[in-house]
C-alpha cells in the first residue's frame, strides 16, 4: 500500500495517537470503561497499521517476533506470580489484600498489575497473529 | 422511552438484516465487512443496556482485530466461496425451524427484561455494589469484578488467549524454515 500517499499519510498520523489511546485505556481501566484486555487490542491495532502502511520486513524490525513471543509468555507470568506472590504474603491465591499493609492499597496494586500482565499478552499475541497470517500470507 | 425502543428495535432489525446478507453474499470480503458492522451494531446494543464495557471490547476485538485477521485469511484462501452443491434444501430448515422454535420456547421461562427483582440482580450483583467500594475502592467496579473478585477467570482467560497464539504458531508460523527450501506443507 506505500504508493497510497494519503492512506501512508493519514495512518502515519494516526499511529502515535492509537499507541496513545491503547496506554490510556490500559492505566485508566480503573476508574472507566476499558482495562487490559482492550487496552491490548488497541495496542496492538496500531502495528497492525503500521504492518499496512509499511510492509511486513519493516514491522518486524520495530517489532521481531522474539521479542513478541516472550513480552506474550511475561504477561501470564506476571499475572501468575502476582498470585504467588499473595500467597507468599500470606494469602490465598490471588487475593490482593495482602500485596501491601493496607488490603485496599494491596488490591489497587494487585489490579494495575495484573491488567498490565493481560496488556501485554494480549497485545502481542494479536500482533503475533497477524505476522504470521500476514507473513503466510506473503509466502504463498 | 419511546425513542429508546425505537433505538433498539432499529438497531435489532439491522442486526437481522445484516445477518441474512452474510448468508446470501458469495463474496467472501463482503461478507467480512458486513461482520464488522455486525459486531459495530451489537457494540452499539451494549452501549444502549449501559454496557460500556462489553461494548467497548466487542468494538475493539469483533469489529476490529478479528475483521483483519479475517481478512488476512482470505488473503490465503481467495475471496470466492465454492458454489454450493444443489442438494434437499427441506432436512436443513427442518433443523433450523425446530432449532429456532425451541430457542424461542426457552425465552419464555425468562424473566421479564429489566425488572428490579430478576435473579441478576439479586445474586451477587448487589454485593459487589455495596461492598466493592469498602473491599477494593476502584470506581469502574466492572473491573473490580474482573480483575479481582472473579481475578482467576481472568487468568484463565489471558492463558486462552497465549494458548491460541502458540496454537497459530504451530500450525503455521513456519515461515523462515521455508526459505532453507524444507518444505513442511
Known sequence: MSDHLILRIVGKFLIPYILLFGLYVQFHGDFGPGGGFQAGVIFASAFVIHTLLFGLESAERIAPQWVLKIVAASGVLIYALVGVAAMLMGGNYLDYDFLAADPIAGQHIGIILVEFGVGLTVASVMMLLFFTFAGRGEAS | MILEQLIDIFLLVFLAIISIAVLRIRDLFTAVMLFGIYSLTSASLFMVLDAA?????????????????????????????????????????????????????????????????????????????????????????????????????????????????????????????????????
Open chain 2, 53 to 185: 464495557d462489553v461494548g467497548f471490547t466487542e468494538a475493539a476485538v469483533g469489529a476490529g482485530i478479528s475483521t483483519i485477521l479475517m481478512l488476512a485469511t482470505i488473503s490465503m484462501t481467495g475471496r470466492e466461496e465454492k458454489p454450493l452443491k444443489k442438494k434437499g434444501t427441506m432436512l436443513p430448515l427442518a433443523v433450523v425451524v425446530i432449532t429456532g422454535a425451541t430457542l424461542v420456547y426457552g425465552i419464555m421461562d425468562l424473566p421479564p427484561f429489566g425488572e428490579p427483582d430478576n435473579p441478576v440482580h439479586t445474586h451477587v450483583a448487589p454485593r459487589y455494589i455495596e461492598q466493592s467500594p469498602q473491599e477494593i475502592d476502584v470506581p469502574n467496579f466492572v473491573t473490580a469484578v474482573l480483575a479481582s473478585y472473579r481475578g482467576y477467570d481472568t487468568l484463565g482467560e489471558v492463558v486462552v488467549i497465549f494458548t491460541a497464539g502458540v496454537g497459530v504458531m504451530l500450525l503455521i508460523g513456519r515461515r523462515r524454515k521455508r526459505k532453507e527450501g524444507i518444505s513442511n506443507e
